[in-house]
């Protein structure tokens, strides 16, 4: 498999839903994040959009954010148990494999996801990462795990002029959990926890950057 065109082909889709406001939806609104949702082209779900700012220089911000084995992610974001390399591509370009704890109390099985990743740098200084599953020949499905998909997801974490001090982090998320979990448990689901995300997400930069 050509990883590097597969990541290269999820950047675009990324910064495509990043320029595109048709079709959003808000449903949940807090002091840190509006998330909104569109039905996704790529799966039977829905796609979600956070935005919000965090205040916080956006390298602060990435530290946090950046999907790296021993990094600080593991140890704040609560639905990452752990998170491992199983190939380095490129100086870019990884494919990983993510396991998450059990979640809405327990009606969600622990899962594991693998993926290539990318990292992005753009001209005006924000820093992207960008998703998608795939299959590794060193990664099959395992025992007592539920395999997911996540299709195009990442974040953009974007300086903001005249605030050194804050970053515009947007994120996509649109994960195919799978097994047989109810459409109103995924609907509850997905919006509460980029929510807390973002919430963990400002409490982790002040710790780590101290």
């Known amino acids: 498999m050509n990883y590097r065109a597969v990541a290269d082909t999820v950047a675009e889709k990324l910064l495509s839903y990043s320029k595109d406001g048709a079709g959003w939806r808000v449903c949940k609104r807090t002091n840190e994040v509006c998330v909104s949702w569109r039905p996704s082209s790529e799966y039977s779900g829905n796609l979600y959009k956070g935005e919000g700012i965090i205040k916080a220089a956006p390298k602060d911000v990435w530290e946090c954010l950046k999907p790296v084995p021993e990094g600080p992610r593991v140890k704040w974001d609560k639905n990452v148990k752990s998170f491992e ?16 704890p059990s979640a809405a109390v327990g009606l969600i099985s622990p899962r594991d996801f693998v993926d290539v990743i990318l990292i992005k740098q753009y001209e005006n200084g924000t820093i992207s990462s960008n998703a998608t599953h795939v299959e590794h020949p060193n990664c099959p499905p395992k025992p007592h795990y539920v395999r997911g998909f996540n299709h ?47 919430s963990n997400l400002a409490k982790a930069v002040k710790i780590f950057k101290a």
């Open 152 to 198: 195009p997801c990442g974040c953009f974490c974007a300086p903001i002029a005249g605030e050194p001090q804050k970053t515009q982090l947007t994120m996509f998320f649109q994960t195919d959990l799978g097994g047989y979990l109810p459409q109103s448990v995924l609907d509850s689901f997905f919006p509460s926890s980029m929510v807390e995300f973002y």
């Open 85 to 100: 390399l199983i190939e380095m591509i490129s100086d870019t370009v990884s494919v990983c494999r993510t396991v998450t």
